[in-house]
């Protein structure tokens, strides 16, 4: 069968067809135009490198597509974003690259974007010798703003979901397990490749933080997103807001079906790509919030001290590696 | 002499080095923080791709960081934009690259910043087999629209200035071109080179043009800037306005030191990376605002018909072969 490749197709070809995800009335000019009038803004940008950060044997186009916006958004969603506006794709193609790529990749941001909100708004794309995606979102930034340096000593740490299902997924989809070996169940399997190639950013927790505000007078609360792997998103408030964080390890909560083990909580703490929030709250706050939302989970508090991790009734403390994720 | 390099020093000191050139305002978050309850905003994305766009042999990093936010601030200033916000950078580096590259980088961007307005919002970065620098814009758009979709029959077709010399400048740099052969002067040469490696996008010509407008109403006039070639802009207004352009040779300012003959209207027509503006006014408004800017030049008028450019008084016009910008 005969496939289309881009150096046949062209540049000015490709941005047409491009074009049809974006919506009718951005105009042709290189820029895109955002009527923002209301609200202050929230601008993130993520880079997905081939062979860095995705690899064509592991996730499909599609996927990737999905994972660009989840990715982007649950940044915006840290921060305390209300509504989404949208993306200007920066997109790096090989000149072989083949058109049904594109166009499944196109197929995943606009699966995304359905999904959560907000639009193609535009964007540039060019040649280059290995396919590279960077996404820059943006978002409104509601009344209450989400910083990892608004934790304080005495407030409570909450997690609003299990962590290491999406490294598991990736070491499955990488061929790097012994399933029979290690016994995983099939569901297991499921939801941890969903979780890798498919994350859900957690777009509807900040309604819930909000309603759950009602006697709290706090502008700016703790939170960040567990996109750099658990433990370093609880690291990230502690040094931001320059206090320390103590854990339970019996108060974390897991899947049923996640075996025990060094190994799997090497995965939990350090896996990363997990797109839950790490939030901290004064103590009814919390409490209020967690009524509402029975997904959110009580882990740990703050305490006055060095920004550092405390874990809790972690019976092998010292065997916790930190290696946490970095590019280079 | 020892010189470090990326792969050494980790993504994390890399990231706090890059934070330098922040603002203190922006906090330790992913997303960056604009405060913009004023005004509607122009987003642009750009991509420069390393042996796409650039190659180490021909442009130093700072003048690559100086240029990336150049060539992004022309098209937010050919859409009508008042205030540069500032920009987000997606940086791909290889593991081998040395600090010093990226410190300089920096510096460009910055110098640019410092000259144009704005400030680093944020951004990300990551490894790659290629370096990469995707450079998204933000600035806030004024009353009046400049749009490549807004040009009318009966219109006059307005340069801010000469083309051709950044084309020039990539040939010498690339010592594709006989200097003594040719006898170019040294003036040129420099000017050449300066106009490569340099650009400075109209950043002063929406208030000139404001000014000029005094009693007309028109709130969206035609505009372009002239990256991808000077014909090609032409052609993009045309087809995007739905009308034709008739330009006239005679009348195209040129530099008294540009030659004459084939080859440098290939140059001027085709050559690209010019950052003028290409501007269509009703036929008082131009005189005006030419009265104001003597850089400003007429060079043409629109018509009723097909989307097309007409070049009058041009000898040799089925010589010209129009060999556009693609990157693929």
Redesign the interface.
Known sequence: MHKEI??D????E?IRRIAKYMPANQ?????????????????????M?????FNQKVISPRDIGWKSVATNYS??I??G?IEFVGI??????T?DTEWEWVQELYEGFYEALKKFGGAI??????????K?I?I?A?GL?GKLKL???ACEPGEILLTTGIHGLSKLGLLLKKNQLNIEELNLSEKLINLSIDAFRRPTPKSKILKTIIQSSEFFIKKEIGC?DSSDGFYQAIL?LSK?SKCKAVIDYQKIPKSDLWPNGERWDQFYFFGGEDYELLISLPRDWAKKLIQLDDRITEIGYFVKGSPNVDIKNYPNQNKLDNNS????
Do not use: P
């Open positions: 881009i150096k197709i062209g540049e000015k490709l105009t042709s000019d290189d820029c895109a135009f955002v009527e923002s009038k209301k609200e202050d803004l929230l601008i993130n940008t993520d880079l490198v081939e062979n860095t950060h940044d915006l840290s921060s974003c200007n794709i920066g997109l790096v193609l000149s708004l535009g964007g540039d794309c060019s040649r280059g010798e290995n590279m960077s820059t943006i930034q910083r990892r340096n960040t990230d931001e994720y970095s590019h280079f």
